[in-house]
């Protein structure tokens, strides 16, 4: 069964949301500038949701490790 472009757009923005609470809080730990933290998270995120959305389409068009469909059903 192949992922929808929504079911990947999901993952995305959910995988998203958390690592940029990790980066920011990577951020604040080491600037201790909450404006700096929060840039960083921002443009961190904006950009490796496009990266994720194009690595998970890749990973769709290789047959690696995915089950075979049958060529018949009863």
Known sequence: MAETYKRSIAKALSW???ATL???????FI???????????LVDSLL?????????????RISFGKAREPEYQI
């Not at 201790?32 to 929060?38: E, K, L, T």
């Open 22 to 28: 990790v980066t920011g809080a990577v951020a604040y």
């Open 31 to 41: 600037t201790g500038r909450f404006r700096y933290a929060a840039t960083i998270g």
């Open 16 to 18: 998203r949301l958390l």
């Open 48 to 60: 490796k949701i496009g990266v994720y959305i194009l690595h998970e389409r890749l990973w769709n």
